[in-house]
């Protein structure tokens, strides 16, 4: 059974950098054509998704975010990190991480429950 | 990468049919056959409930099917029941390794 957890900080202060950790169990990150995304969602509004990392280190973001996004994995530990710099209130979201499977899949199941983050001074 | 054009909501009444449909552009839902659907109750985390446009995850009711024409892809939920009241999100792949996710789709069974 694949789950996922996210944690990290549920408040920060704008211009701080945001640091959420993915910790799973089920599969492995370093099998071939694995990747783990993260996603968020702002309150009452729409997905998004945000970047994405695969087993072979290969990395992915979201254009429009792409220059405050890093994400990095941690295979002996079952972890994905997701840092986020700059924050600003319209950052405020629960955020999603979820896995990919591998062989050529181009979807994200299961997913995480989901982790709040609220950015306000 | 802009997020994909959904309907705001869609109603139907207990055995009816409802299409949402999820409309990108030639760089994503129009280019892949590569289009999933995600279903979101209050409070809980999406779950996939279609692939590759039209496939069905096990256990997934055959009551919903997917398809697309064009730059649109569109979700079927036929015979309307009270637990396919939900959010539901279309994704699709935007190459590169990228995705998009659609604006959302709010289901209300009247």
């Known amino acids: 059974q694949i789950t996922l957890r996210e944690s990290g900080p549920t408040l920060v202060k704008p211009t701080q950098t945001l640091t959420l950790t993915c910790t799973f169990s089920?599969?492995?990150?370093?099998?071939?054509?694995?990747?783990v995304g993260w996603i968020r969602q702002p309150p009452g509004k729409a997905l998004e998704w945000l970047a994405l990392i695969y087993w072979d280190d290969d990395k992915r973001y979201s254009p429009s975010l792409k220059s405050r996004l890093t994400i990095t994995k941690d295979t002996s530990r079952r972890q994905v990190v997701l840092t986020m710099t700059n924050m600003d209130p319209v950052d405020t979201a629960t955020y999603y991480c979820?896995?990919?499977?591998?062989?050529?899949?181009?979807?994200?199941?299961?997913w995480g429950q989901g982790t709040p983050v609220t950015v306000s001074s | 990468q802009s997020a994909l054009t959904q309907p705001a909501s869609v109603s139907g009444s207990p055995g009816q049919s409802i299409t949402i449909s999820c409309t990108g552009t030639?760089?994503?839902?129009?280019?892949?056959?590569?289009v999933s659907w995600y279903q979101q109750h209050p409070g809980k985390a999406p779950k996939l409930m279609i692939y590759d446009v039209g496939q069905r995850p096990s256990g997934v009711s055959n009551r919903l099917s997917g398809s697309k024409s064009g730059n649109t892809a569109s979700l079927t939920i036929s015979g309307l029941q009270a637990e396919d009241e939900a959010d539901y999100y279309c994704c699709s792949y935007a190459g590169n390794s990228t995705y998009v996710f659609g604006t959302g789709t709010k289901v209300t069974v009247l």
């Open positions: 030639s760089s994503d839902v129009g280019s892949y056959n590569l």
């Open positions: 979820a896995h990919k499977p591998s062989g050529g899949i181009n979807w994200f199941d299961p």
């Open positions: 089920g599969f492995s990150l370093s099998t071939s054509g694995v990747g």
